[in-house]
């Protein structure tokens, strides 16, 4: 069974500034998806970013990107110019590719706190 | 406005209560799935329909009682709970087919147990 863990369950950043939040997972597959998903106090959960395995290429969108390690197992997630709307819980997540519907693993979430 | 609307947005029910929360979904997805989330635990996934059939029960004490009636609707019916299944449930729907598709969730159903 894979498993997703987030070391750090609070984190601070300055306003304007940059923050990196750790993911790490376990699986033998070779082929699967990761996720970012942002949980702001309205609860919802929204997809941030997203990266399959397969591409070597670190996924971006906007000021949120990612640093996929494959070998270490590794998935982190930058968030530059830190703005005060960014304040949120983060969960990292796996998705085998297997499987019409998702099978998703979460980790147990970053608590983001962003300073004025 | 959500895609995935979840109602009632809060619940407090007795443990000889009984209660349903819904979940509504216009996105035109095929599966649906319920997810308890409690304080620095990773989200639980209960259950999965897929094209209105049950694919996935992941252990879940029978005091949860799923039902889908149509792709569009889910329902997750609560019967005599305990005080520890207070959390947040939160309803999330994807694509039936694979691919990097993401699952959209909705804001959730926090249910206090008293």
């Known amino acids: 069974a894979q498993t997703v863990t987030q070391s750090q369950p609070e984190m601070s950043v300055q306003e304007a500034e940059t923050v990196t939040l750790s993911c790490t997972y376990d699986?033998?597959?070779?082929?699967?998806?990761l996720f970012w998903y942002k949980q702001p106090p309205s609860r919802q959960m929204i997809l941030v970013i997203r990266q399959e395995a397969y591409k070597q290429q670190n996924a971006t969108e906007n000021r949120f990107s990612v640093n996929f390690q494959k070998a270490a197992k590794s998935f982190s997630l930058k968030i530059s110019d830190s703005q005060l709307g960014d304040a949120a819980m983060y969960f990292c997540?796996?998705?085998?590719?297997?499987?019409?519907?998702?099978?998703?693993?979460f980790g147990t979430g970053t608590k983001l706190q962003v300073i004025p | 406005e959500t895609g995935v609307t979840q109602t009632p947005r809060h619940l407090v029910m007795g443990m000889t209560n009984k209660k349903s929360l819904k979940c509504e979904q216009h996105l035109g997805h095929n599966a649906m799935y319920w997810y308890k989330q409690s304080a620095k635990k990773p989200l639980e996934l209960m259950f999965v329909y897929s094209l209105e059939e049950r694919v996935e029960n992941n252990s879940v004490p029978s005091r949860f009682s799923p039902e889908c009636p149509n792709s569009s609707h889910l329902f997750l019916h609560l019967h005599t709970l305990q005080p520890e299944d207070s959390a947040l449930y939160l309803c999330?729907?994807?694509?039936?087919?694979?691919?990097?598709?993401?699952?959209?969730f909705g804001q959730g159903t926090r249910l206090t147990v008293v």
């Open positions: 699986t033998s597959e070779s082929d699967y998806y």
């Open positions: 997540a796996y998705r085998s590719v297997s499987g019409g519907y998702q099978k998703v693993t």
């Open positions: 999330a729907s994807s694509p039936e087919t694979g691919g990097g598709t993401e699952a959209f």
